[in-house]
Structures are given as structure tokens and as C-alpha cells.
């Protein structure tokens, strides 16, 4: 195995040099900007990050603007990317960096692992893209190349697993620290990727990779089986007035937390039941104008969504009604209650 390890920056590095996709993340090698595109890219496409980098540098476009932004403001940045914490955890970090690190981020690596939501891969694709450090970044991309490479059937979510790979690269780490690490992720995202077949005849280490030498390479990874998703299913009303749309903002801990919402209930309600909870609300329902039903998957939940547009005769009760400009600029919808508002025009 460790031959295999000493073979892939010679293979690596000209093959990353040739082939590497122009992506804005890589202009160059500000910490901040790559810091922000690698906790974007966490559970998230490629192609969906781009636009949301750009924006959200054009309006906050160093660490400072980060730490003193509205949190309303980062919400909407982040609207429709998901997992919210991680842009809670960023103004978070940035802020623990004005105060400590007197704005400017941290080069030792126990120092950037200590920030907020920044976990080992995080703080090694930081420090080896933008300082050069032979600190390795190993993701899902990573362990699937080199449990190809070596035929290894170690379940890939084993962490004992991600360490071993871990210590086996820092061993091989070259001068081109920076290129070398996004080379991997290059190949395991363009290359060696995942839920289709792996493009073994283009791969630079297709000579010295066991499951290209022996045909397995579409046996690997191994993973352990998954835990069952939990289904609960919840009756959301889109309310509306006047131009206006009633929204309720969720807890500050907890799932989704502190984002705004429509309103909603657990269980499915039947539309006569549906009226009824409106007239609860303090609300007094003029027209069901449409039913729709909907989904959204968690990593452990699946929620079942029946939605009923509504409309009322008072913006009144418990909640506050914002105008379709003020939900399109102000108020940053999750993507399970945002799938009702995309189709806000068909009522």
C-alpha cells in the first residue's frame, strides 16, 4: 500500500496541472475565500456552489464583513444551500479571528481546526491550499480513490479508516502541497467519482491502481449499511393577504434553526381539518385556492409535506406577513418550506 501512496504525486501533479476545471475558488490562494468554498461544498454540488460563492463574496468580501454581518442577511446568502449551521459556524469562526487572531486567519493548523466548523479535513485543505503545508484533506473523494487504489474493503465511514489514509499521505506530501491535495479531490470528483462507473482508462493512475489492474474498482468503496430515514409528515399553510404571506421563524436551536418558515403542523390534515387549524391561528380563512404535496430528505428524517394555499381575510396573528419582495430579499426559507414559494405563482 505504501508504494502505491509514493506513486501519486509524480501521476498527480501533471495530470492536475492539464485537466483541473476553472472553478472561482481557485484564482487564488486567499484563506477566506478557500476557507468559504470548502464549507460550501460540504453536501453540496459543485455547479450549485458557484453562483452562491460569488454572491456571497460580493457582499461580504473579507473577514470582517463576515463577523459583523446580520444574521438575517447571512440566512438569505445561504438560502437553499442547506445545513445551515455551517454558515452560523462561519460568522462564528470569523468572529473568533477578529477577536484572537486580530483578523487575519491563522496559519498553524491546531489554530485553524480550533475554529468554529472546521473539522480535520476542513482545516487540512486550508492549510495545504493556502499555505503550502503537507496537511492532507481527506473527504468521501479521497478514501473512494484510495479504497480503489488499493482494493481495500474497509467500510469507507469507518473512521479508523479515514486516519490510516490520513497518515499514509502526510508520508508522500510534495513541495506542491496545495496542488497536490486539490488534485486528489479533482480525481475523485471528475474521474473516480461516485454512483457511476469510474472513467479508469482516463485516470493518471490507472497503472498502479489495483481495482484498474484487476477489475474491481466498481466494488469500492465498501460501506456499512444505512440507517433507515424516520418519516413524519407535516401540514404547511401558505397564508396570504393583501399581497402579504404569513411566515413564523423556527427556534434558535434545533432543526433549521432561526430560519423562517410557513407555518405548519405534524400529522397530514384533510382540508376541512386544514380550515379548522387556520381558524386556530386567529386567522380567518376566505378560499382554499390549491393542495400540493411535497417531500424533503434529512440525513435521518424524510418529511412527508401536504401543503394548502390559503387565503385569509386579515394579516393578523402570530406571525409576521412579508411582502413577495421582502421573502425574495429579506427572508431566508429553508428548501423544504421554499419548494412551496416557487410555486407561488401557479395559485
Same mark, same amino acid.
Given at each position: 500500500?505504501?508504494?502505491?501512496?509514493?506513486? /501519486?504525486?509524480?501521476?498527480?501533479?501533471?495530470?492536475?496541472?492539464?485537466? @483541473?476545471?476553472?472553478? +472561482?475558488?481557485?484564482?487564488?490562494?486567499?484563506?477566506?475565500?478557500? #476557507?468559504?468554498?470548502?464549507?460550501?461544498?460540504?453536501?453540496?454540488?459543485?455547479?450549485?456552489?458557484?453562483?452562491?460563492?460569488?454572491?456571497?463574496?460580493? *457582499?461580504?468580501?473579507?473577514?470582517?464583513?463576515?463577523?459583523?454581518?446580520? &444574521?438575517?442577511?447571512?440566512? !438569505?446568502?445561504?438560502?437553499?444551500?442547506?445545513?445551515?449551521?455551517?454558515?452560523?459556524?462561519?460568522?462564528?469562526?470569523?468572529?473568533?479571528?477578529?477577536?484572537? $487572531?486580530?483578523?487575519?486567519?491563522?496559519?498553524?493548523?491546531?489554530?485553524?481546526?480550533?475554529?468554529?466548523?472546521?473539522?480535520?479535513?476542513?482545516?487540512?485543505?486550508?492549510?495545504?491550499?493556502?499555505?503550502?503545508?503537507?496537511?492532507?484533506?481527506?473527504?468521501?473523494?479521497?478514501?473512494?480513490?484510495?479504497?480503489?487504489?488499493?482494493?481495500?474493503?474497509? +467500510? %469507507?465511514?469507518?473512521?479508523?479508516?479515514?486516519?490510516?489514509?490520513?497518515?499514509?499521505?502526510?508520508?508522500?506530501?510534495?513541495?506542491?502541497?496545495?496542488?497536490?491535495?486539490?488534485?486528489?479531490? =479533482? /480525481?475523485?470528483?471528475? %474521474?473516480?467519482?461516485?454512483?457511476?462507473? +469510474? @472513467?479508469?482508462?482516463?485516470?493518471?493512475?490507472?497503472?498502479?491502481?489495483?481495482?484498474?489492474?484487476?477489475?474491481? *474498482?466498481?466494488?469500492?468503496?465498501? @460501506?456499512?449499511?444505512?440507517?433507515?430515514?424516520? %418519516? =413524519?409528515?407535516?401540514?404547511?399553510?401558505? /397564508?396570504?393577504?393583501?399581497? !402579504?404571506?404569513?411566515?413564523?421563524?423556527?427556534? &434558535?436551536?434545533?432543526?433549521? *434553526?432561526?430560519?423562517?418558515?410557513?407555518? &405548519?403542523?405534524?400529522?397530514?390534515?384533510?382540508?376541512?381539518? *386544514?380550515?379548522? =387549524?387556520?381558524?386556530?391561528?386567529?386567522?380567518?380563512?376566505?378560499?382554499?385556492?390549491?393542495?400540493?404535496?411535497?417531500? $424533503?430528505?434529512?440525513?435521518?428524517?424524510? #418529511?412527508?409535506?401536504?401543503?394548502?394555499?390559503?387565503?385569509?381575510?386579515? +394579516?393578523?396573528?402570530?406571525?409576521? #406577513?412579508?411582502?413577495?419582495?421582502?421573502?425574495?430579499?429579506?427572508?431566508?426559507?429553508?428548501?423544504?418550506?421554499?419548494?412551496? #414559494?416557487?410555486?407561488?405563482?401557479?395559485?
Amino acid at each position: 500500500m505504501e508504494k502505491i501512496f509514493d506513486r /501519486l504525486p509524480e501521476a498527480l501533479l501533471p495530470w492536475y496541472q492539464q485537466n @483541473k476545471r476553472d472553478l +472561482p475558488w481557485r484564482a487564488d490562494r486567499e484563506p477566506y475565500h478557500i #476557507w468559504l468554498s470548502e464549507i460550501m461544498l460540504q453536501q453540496t454540488r459543485v455547479e450549485a456552489v458557484k453562483g452562491y460563492y460569488c454572491r456571497f463574496l460580493d *457582499a461580504l468580501p473579507n473577514i470582517e464583513t463576515l463577523a459583523q454581518a446580520d &444574521d438575517g442577511l447571512l440566512h !438569505k446568502l445561504w438560502e437553499g444551500l442547506g445545513y445551515y449551521s455551517r454558515v452560523r459556524n462561519l460568522k462564528r469562526a470569523a468572529q473568533v479571528i477578529m477577536e484572537r $487572531h486580530g483578523g487575519r486567519f491563522p496559519e498553524e493548523y491546531a489554530q485553524v481546526l480550533a475554529l468554529p466548523g472546521i473539522g480535520e479535513y476542513t482545516a487540512g485543505a486550508i492549510c495545504s491550499i493556502a499555505f503550502h503545508q503537507g496537511t492532507p484533506a481527506v473527504d468521501g473523494n479521497v478514501m473512494r480513490v484510495v479504497s480503489r487504489l488499493t482494493e481495500n474493503a474497509t +467500510p %469507507i465511514d469507518d473512521p479508523s479508516f479515514k486516519k490510516r489514509i490520513r497518515l499514509a499521505l502526510e508520508k508522500v506530501y510534495p513541495a506542491e502541497a496545495g496542488a497536490f491535495t486539490q488534485a486528489l479531490m =479533482e /480525481l475523485g470528483a471528475t %474521474i473516480c467519482g461516485p454512483n457511476w462507473k +469510474p @472513467k479508469c482508462e482516463e485516470c493518471p493512475c490507472q497503472s498502479f491502481c489495483g481495482g484498474a489492474i484487476h477489475g474491481t *474498482a466498481e466494488r469500492f468503496p465498501v @460501506k456499512k449499511p444505512k440507517i433507515s430515514r424516520r %418519516i =413524519e409528515e407535516r401540514t404547511v399553510f401558505i /397564508l396570504y393577504c393583501e399581497g !402579504k404571506y404569513a411566515l413564523r421563524k423556527r427556534p &434558535d436551536t434545533g432543526l433549521l *434553526a432561526g430560519l423562517w418558515q410557513f407555518p &405548519d403542523v405534524v400529522g397530514w390534515l384533510e382540508p376541512e381539518a *386544514a380550515l379548522e =387549524e387556520v381558524g386556530r391561528l386567529s386567522l380567518r380563512p376566505k378560499e382554499l385556492r390549491r393542495q400540493v404535496h411535497r417531500k $424533503h430528505v434529512f440525513t435521518h428524517i424524510q #418529511w412527508q409535506l401536504r401543503g394548502y394555499y390559503i387565503e385569509v381575510a386579515e +394579516p393578523v396573528g402570530e406571525f409576521r #406577513w412579508f411582502t413577495a419582495e421582502e421573502i425574495n430579499n429579506e427572508a431566508a426559507l429553508p428548501t423544504a418550506y421554499r419548494q412551496f #414559494w416557487e410555486e407561488i405563482e401557479d395559485v
